[in-house]
């Protein structure tokens, strides 16, 4: 990504669609997701495909040693793909489409952690999925997995480092884990992670506003969207904070349909143009929300890691709807993908589209700017704690460094900028260890590393200053 910073440390409870792998970038929206199970068979006839023929019998033929073939012809079909150099296009062998068909609806088992390939490294491209091994270890987008149950990651595929860390629920891998110049290690219980896109409660303080997350746009976020708002407004919400930060996209029917929700009828969501310059625009409509409309006060929160279909939302409720948008500027990207079946299990993921917001504005690469800026304190980016082990008395390293910048953020009295284990970081630590009721070292061991990230992540919860401008912001429309 090209975030300025690191994804808030907080995302272990803010999740995106994702298994372990989705290839190529940080953001999609899929338009004609089911018209690739129809595709019919296309021979394309092109004098130039001849050169790759005669490679491809020259190999076979020729090459004195062993030729997988199908690994060949992948390697073709990829390499056409990524000389159009784009982050977006990508085939998808048959691994590789498994896993993405996956990401947009029902459940895997693995760490829940969503990855693609950065200078041939393992990358985590986004906040991993909510409750998700990943998310409870600390593991953040821009990660990189160096290790595997101690085997390097270095010059293998991506397919083959994920089904690596993928496997059964309640076994364990071990990662080494690169965050900037810091290597930590950490160990990880696979569990079977549910993709489920849309949770909501009432404020804590202000009963009558809804908090929805959502965290993707999936083959039922409509659906699931829709029967959250009813069940909130039995509840007593008559506004509504609609939080979309760390959401990469998803499928565009579905936040069409959503966006309409929203709006008047007739009122522009999205407008697209293609390679040739033609453009359309989608509009407002019963057809699309069936009807259910939310007239409700509504603010949209987003921040970074909101891309793609989050972005298009974002736009048309500021743009058509008059609502205001809160948070950081977004992702920016612009750009529309299609999913076609190769006619075998593979796939091709093509950018065939810009959009642009209802006002004709291509945010690609730019982002979307929100109503009112408001972000997360600058403890919300620290790092998680290594544990590849104990860190004790007269450690100095990185890693301590890290944890004396938590205790002071937790306000204990120990130097931020030291990376020494002092006399103050040990009585910092025995005090967590006291108020948890956990054994009174004063060295941090994984309990202990575990114990002050929740105490982290419950602090940055109660400072959420993008969340507490959005209620503030309901509450004069209220009155």
């Known amino acids: 990504m090209k975030n300025k910073k690191q994804v808030p440390y907080h995302q272990y409870i803010i999740s995106i669609i994702c298994v372990a792998f989705l290839a190529g970038g940080s953001g999609y929206i899929f338009f004609d997701y089911q018209f690739k199970k129809q595709l019919a068979n296309t021979t394309v006839q092109n004098s130039d495909l001849k050169k790759v023929d005669n490679l491809y019998n020259e190999i076979i033929t020729n090459y004195v040693g062993k030729v997988d073939e199908n690994k060949l012809i992948d390697g073709a079909l990829k390499g056409m793909t990524e000389a159009l150099d784009d982050p977006y296009s990508s085939y998808l062998n048959e691994p590789e489409a498994d896993e993405l068909d996956q990401s947009l609806a029902g459940s895997f088992e693995g760490i829940g952690a969503t990855m693609t390939m950065t200078d041939d490294l393992p990358t985590v491209a986004q906040a991993p999925i909510e409750g998700s091994p990943a998310a409870k270890a600390g593991v953040k987008a821009n990660d990189v997995f160096l290790k595997v149950d101690g085997e390097e990651t270095q010059g293998k595929t991506l397919s083959q480092v994920v089904s690596k860390i993928r496997g059964k629920k309640g076994t364990e891998v071990r990662l080494s884990i690169a965050r900037g110049e810091e290597t930590f290690e950490l160990k990880l219980t696979r569990d079977t992670i549910p993709i489920e896109t849309v949770k909501g409660e009432l404020d804590k303080a202000d009963r009558s506003i809804g908090s929805i997350k959502i965290t993707s746009f999936g083959e039922n976020t409509y659906k699931e969207l829709q029967e959250t708002i009813k069940t909130l407004r039995k509840d007593g919400a008559k506004s509504f904070v609609i939080d979309l930060r760390q959401n990469p996209g998803g499928l565009l029917d579905q936040v069409e349909q959503m966006a309409s929700m929203f709006l008047k009828d007739g009122k522009p969501i999205v407008k697209f143009e293609d390679k040739n310059g033609n453009s359309s625009e989608d509009v407002a409509s019963s057809k699309l929300d069936g009807g259910f409309k939310v007239n409700e006060p509504t603010v949209v929160l987003v921040d970074e890691g909101s891309a793609s279909a989050s972005e298009i939302f974002a736009a048309a409720l500021k743009e058509s709807g008059n609502k205001k948008v809160i948070g950081t500027k977004t992702f920016g990207k612009g750009t529309v993908q299609t999913i076609k079946n190769l006619n075998d299990k593979s796939e091709i993921?093509?950018?065939?589209?810009?959009?642009?917001?209802?006002?004709?504005?291509?945010?690609?690469?730019?982002?979307?700017?929100?109503?009112?800026?408001?972000?997360?304190?600058?403890?919300?980016?620290?790092?998680?704690?290594?544990?590849?082990?104990?860190?004790?008395?007269?450690?100095?390293?990185?890693?301590?460094?890290?944890?004396?910048?938590?205790?002071?953020?937790?306000?204990?009295?120990?130097?931020?900028?030291?990376?020494?284990?002092s006399e103050e970081t040990k009585v910092a630590v025995s005090a967590v260890q006291t108020d948890n009721k956990l054994p009174v070292t004063g060295e941090v061991d994984n309990e202990t590393a575990t114990q002050i990230e929740l105490e982290i992540g419950k602090k940055i919860n109660a400072n959420d200053q993008a969340y507490e401008v959005g209620v503030k912001e309901i509450q004069k429309e209220n009155n």
């Open 349 to 421: 993921k093509l950018t065939v589209l810009k959009w642009l917001t209802p006002k004709g504005e291509w945010i690609h690469e730019k982002g979307l700017e929100p109503t009112i800026k408001a972000d997360y304190p600058d403890y919300a980016y620290l790092s998680p704690i290594s544990r590849d082990k104990t860190v004790k008395m007269g450690d100095s390293s990185p890693v301590v460094k890290n944890i004396n910048a938590l205790l002071k953020a937790l306000g204990y009295k120990v130097n931020a900028e030291s990376s020494d284990f």
